[in-house]
DNA sequence: GCGCGAATGTTATATTGTAACTTCATGGCC
DNA sequence: GGCCATGAAGTTACAATATAACATTCGCGC
């Protein structure tokens, strides 16, 4: 199947891991960045940079710019804390940072709902394509638009 | 291999092919547009729709706004005449435009270098898979982001 | 305390993308 | 020819996304 079904975070259990991931890279984990993490975490569906920062603000009580969140979201992603979705000018938590991955993105049109699959053997030939065609350290970016099952019948 | 090797179009030839798609689509071949197309085919990697304004402005002889190029890639995007570069915010010229493939592009993080695949195994994968979690209408967007074979050595 | 570096704050600006409305060109019709 | 309907393009304004440069703060080792 090339699905893989490790453990998956939500929560405090997901912040704890986020958490771990970032110190064991030598990094912080700062009030900001846990006061991001849980703003992009709460999130149902992508969340921009200036979705994040208002977030933020509104929990920090006091103005936070969006160029400080695009600082930790570049970390995050960096990280593997978080993904950011090209097609979408969006980030969204990883839910178990712990584990690398190509991962696949389903995006709907409609309601912006987002589902992540993890699937190894599609990735695999997406980069092996790369390969072939003589480019190195490759990032595979693979992101579907279309409509999820709750929206196709509008 | 999934490839195909069917006829690629460059230069008058592309342009025509180009003209023949869109106004066999029942939309008009204006200057306005064959001028875009111009631009848009000029360049030898993704350019921004701001790139584009900025080329046909030149070609024109006076300002053009981002704006009326922005509603004509739109216009080519919808008939297969460009595709967008998700992951890059720009625009490349469809080398085969009267053929629908859903397209793998292989950008340089280094130089720009853009090359296009185009593997129906691997895009028929993706698509499987938004099926089968229900998405309809799918439209894959599959970037890999890496180095290309000149500028790996850096 | 002092110096240092990482993190964040602050301000400014660049880039990308839309919206609303006007003007222009074309072609049918009387 | 005169008139209008339509689609294309022009114009202006603005929204959304992203980066750059520099200042400030904070914790830590000495």
Known sequence: MGRHDHQLHEGESLKAAARERLTRQG????DMRAAVFDALAAFDKPASAYDIAEQVSKSQGRRVAANSVYRILDL????NLARRVESANAYIANQHPACLHD???LICDNCGQTVHIDDDSLTSGVRAAAKTAGFSAPRPVIEVRGKCGECEDN
Chains 1, 2 share one sequence.
């Open 103 to 105: 991962c696949i993105f």
């Open 76 to 79: 995050f992603v960096a990280a």
């Open 27 to 30: 990094e912080q984990w700062t």
